[in-house]
């Protein structure tokens, strides 16, 4: 079983800046990719970034730029979001997936809220 664990999310004014964290436990494999994803009221949980654990990240177009994901081991992945915008508040997931495989995981959520 593999669980994850958020961290970081909160309230900002737009123009701040958050970052989040994202701990995996349990039955890891140390080829995988693990990402943020997030989820605005009424739309589509979307991509926002991902990164594997040979560093090949993948971003979404409208954060390009202002975020930025890392991570300092198989099991911990970081999200730096600068320059935050209206547009950004949404319920981010933490995301796990073992390279080669299709099952995913997910983190609970965690809110982050921009304001003017």
């Known amino acids: 079983q593999v669980q994850l664990v958020e961290s970081g999310g909160g309230l900002v004014q737009a123009g701040g800046s958050l970052r989040l964290s994202c701990v995996v436990s349990?039955?890891?494999?140390?080829?995988?990719?693990m990402g943020w994803y997030r989820q605005a009221p009424g739309k589509q949980r979307e991509l926002v970034a991902s990164?594997?654990?040979?560093?090949?990240t993948t971003y979404a177009d409208s954060v390009k730029g202002r975020f930025t994901i890392s991570r300092d081991s198989a099991k911990t992945v970081y999200l730096q979001m600068n320059s935050l915008k209206l547009e950004d508040t949404a319920v981010y997931y933490c995301n796990y997936v073992r390279l080669g495989r299709t099952t995913n995981y997910w983190g609970q959520g965690t809110q982050v809220t921009v304001s003017a």
């Open positions: 349990g039955s890891i494999f140390n080829l995988n990719r």
């Open positions: 990164i594997t654990t040979g560093g090949s």
